[in-house]
Nanobody, 127 residues
Framework: QVQLVESGGGLVQAGASLTLSCVASGRPFSRYNMGWFRQAPGKERAFVAHINWAGDRKYYTNSVKARFTISRDNSKNTMYLQMNNLEPEDTAVYYC????????????????????WGQGTQVTVSS
């Protein structure tokens, strides 16, 4: 059974940094593409970034491209999201997710392609 557990959220002031972690278990971590998503109050869950199984392909939504960095350590079964220069608009519950099938490209992945989800971690950025 695939399990994803996020951590690292918190309450910070605008301009601060946070690093989120997502620890995966239940299958060989290094074979699967993974992503970060977020859901702000009253809004739909939205794509933030994703990373391919090897860690050498990454995509970001435009609003975070210059400030966030997604990475993974396959030896630790862990994915990260380094968030710098946080803005109040980044306030949301952040979720990590992974796909059902191994390997493959992340170029055309959509939210609906992600099968397994963590419970989420709250990030609140005050102005």
């Amino acid at each position: 059974q695939v399990q994803l557990v996020e951590s690292g959220g918190g309450l910070v002031q605008a301009g601060a940094s946070l690093t989120l972690s997502c620890v995966a278990s239940g299958r060989p971590f290094s074979r699967y593409n993974m992503g970060w998503f977020r859901q702000a109050p009253g809004k739909e869950r939205a794509f933030v970034a994703h990373i391919n199984w090897a860690g050498d392909r990454k995509y970001y939504t435009n609003s975070v491209k210059a400030r966030f960095t997604i990475s993974r350590d396959n030896s630790k079964n862990t994915m990260y999201l380094q968030m710098n220069n946080l803005e109040p608009e980044d306030t949301a519950v952040y979720y990590c997710a992974t796909v059902r099938d191994p390997f493959g490209s992340i170029a055309d992945l959509r939210l609906a392609d992600y099968t397994y989800w963590g419970q989420g971690t709250q990030v609140t950025v005050s102005s």
